[in-house]
Structures are given as C-alpha cells and as structure tokens.
T-cell receptor
Framework: QVQLVESGGGVVQPGRSLRLSCAAS????????MHWVRQAPGKGLEWVAV??????????ADSVKGRFTISRDNSKNTLYLQLNGLRSEDTAVYYC????????FGSGSFLDFWGQGTLVTVSS | EIVLTQSPDFQSVTPEEKVTITCRAS??????LHWYQQKPDQSPKLLIK???QSISGVPSRFSGSGSGTDFTLTIDSLEAEDAATYYC????????FGGGTKVEIK
C-alpha cells in the first residue's frame, strides 16, 4: 500500500534553515510528480511546491519562492523540502502528497495520497 | 493566482440531512477541481476528482458537479462520520485550495 512518511520538523529560530524529508513506499516513486502542502495551526491548506517525476520541472507558491527548494532522490524514494530564511508565518504542518497523474506532469492533477505531516515551528 | 472561494465557512447539520458546499474560482478552470475531506488530526483525503469523478472507496453519498468557475460538493444523507472540514483544490493553473468548509453534526 502507498505510504508517505514525513520527518525533519521541529522548532527553529527565525532566519534559520530546516530540511524536511518524505520517505515513499508501496508505489513506483520515480513515476509520479510529488507535492508539498502546508497547514498553519487552525488554518486551511496551502500548496507549497511540486516536483515533476523526472526532475525536469519544479514550481513554487509565491509565498515561498526564493526561500524553499524542493528536490527528490528517486534512488532513495525520497522527496525533500529545504526551508531557508524561515519566518513565523512558515509555522505549519508540512504534508507531502502524491500527484495522481503517473508519468505525466502538468495542469489538471489531483493529490491522491498524503502523508501524516511533520510540524515546523518557527519561534525565537 | 487563481483564488477559490468556498461557502459556507461553517455548517451545522442534522444526520440524514443533505449538505451542499460551493466553490467558486476567480477564473475558468474547466474541470480541474477536486474535493478533499479532512477530519480532526488527520491528513486530507481525496473525495472527488475532476469536479464529478468518484474515487474508489469513497461512499456514494458524496458527489460533485460543476465546470468553469462554479462547483458543488453534495453529501446526500449526512452521517455522523462525515463531520470534517472540506476543501476544494484547483489545478488548472498551478495549485490553490479553497478556505475550507467545516461541517458539524447537530
């Protein structure tokens, strides 16, 4: 069965960095685009970034562009999110999610499996 | 950026009642609109894809409709286990989520 397990969250001071990981299993990881979505405490969902299955394309939300970097290692079945220049407004649970379109990348996709999330708290 | 506006923000409903949640996009997105259910302390779960396509394992009381800018999620005959927050998600141009609709059981 599909499993996505995030890790790497924690408490970090403003301006510092953190790297999140998402270990995938139960499916052909290298065939699917992957996303990061976050949720601030008591708030709604916010899409953060997407990485194509073949590593050729990545896109970011304006709120994180230039500060966050999405990457993946298909040999390790792992998705990453490097968070730099953290701000208090980045405090959230960060979910990784699988794109539902195998072997494709582009508009129209949906998120068919989600991890349990990892909490990032930015505080001095 | 495409903005999704959900309504209502909150709905208190008795069991067996019908629930209707709407999602309006700031520009046309065709059928690239999907719905998710999130129960407290859980991850979101895909309910409906491409506005109206059902998902395996999701009860048939959940249905979706719409295209272009106006979309609807309907829950026929609400059950206690349906207490959750529901989100729409567009992928017509990058990705954005609606603000969510919390459904409470009376």
């Amino acid at each position: 069965q599909v499993q996505l397990v995030e890790s790497g969250g924690g408490v970090v001071q403003p301006g510092r960095s953190l790297r999140l990981s998402c270990a995938a299993s139960g499916f052909s990881f290298s065939s699917y685009p992957m996303h990061w979505v976050r949720q601030a405490p008591g708030k709604g969902l916010e899409w953060v970034a997407v990485f194509s299955y073949d590593g050729s394309n990545k896109y970011y939300a304006d709120s994180v562009k230039g500060r966050f970097t999405i990457s993946r290692d298909n040999s390790k079945n792992t998705l990453y999110l490097q968070l730099n220049g953290l701000r208090s407004e980045d405090t959230a649970v960060y979910y990784c999610a699988r794109d539902g379109l195998r072997g494709r990348f582009g508009s129209g996709s949906f998120l068919d499996f989600w991890g349990q999330g990892t909490l990032v708290t930015v505080s001095s | 950026e495409i903005v999704l506006t959900q309504s209502p923000d909150f709905q208190s409903v008795t069991p067996e009642e019908k629930v209707t949640i709407t999602c309006r996009a700031s520009q046309s997105i065709g059928s690239s609109l999907h719905w998710y259910q999130q129960k407290p302390d859980q991850s979101p779960k895909l309910l409906i894809k491409y506005a109206s396509q059902s998902i395996s394992g999701v009860p048939s009381r959940f249905s979706g409709s719409g295209s272009g800018t106006d979309f609807t999620l309907t829950i026929d005959s609400l059950e206690a286990e349906d207490a959750a927050t529901y989100y729409c998600h567009q992928s017509g141009s990058l990705h954005t989520f609606g603000g969510g609709t919390k459904v409470e059981i009376k």
